[in-house]
């Protein structure tokens, strides 16, 4: 059974980065490179939403307030998802997830805290 792991967060003060990585597990997963990825993240007291997502060509697509901010990338050789956040901001706090756009189970995030 795939899994994917998200790590990375951390606690940051506002206006620095953050470099969050999705790995895929389970070497029966060979069909990563085939499926669009999703970055998404649920802030406290509010409903998840979607941040990003990457084609498996690479095509990449935002949420309005992440656009210039965020980058989404991925290699499919490591069956490995990033998302570089810079410029991050106190409304960037939450917990972000990651899995492919197609399926509805959940992983447990990484925490991102932005404050000063």
């Known amino acids: 059974q795939v899994q994917f792991v998200e790590s990375g967060g951390g606690l940051v003060q506002p206006g620095e980065s953050l470099k969050l990585s999705c790995a895929a597990s389970?070497?029966?997963?060979?069909?990563?490179?085939?499926?669009?990825m999703g970055w998404y993240r649920q802030a406290p007291g509010k409903q998840r939403i979607w941040v990003a997502t990457?084609?498996?060509?690479?095509?990449?697509n935002y949420e309005a307030s992440v656009k210039g901010r965020f980058t989404i990338s991925r290699d499919n050789a490591k069956k490995t998802m990033y998302l570089q956040m810079e410029n991050l901001k106190t409304e960037d706090t939450a917990v972000y997830y990651c899995?492919?756009?197609?399926?509805?189970?959940w992983g447990q995030g990484t925490h991102v805290t932005v404050s000063s």
């Open positions: 389970g070497s029966s997963f060979s069909t990563y490179s085939t499926y669009n």
């Open positions: 899995k492919p756009t197609d399926f509805t189970t």
């Open positions: 990457i084609s498996p060509s690479g095509f990449t």
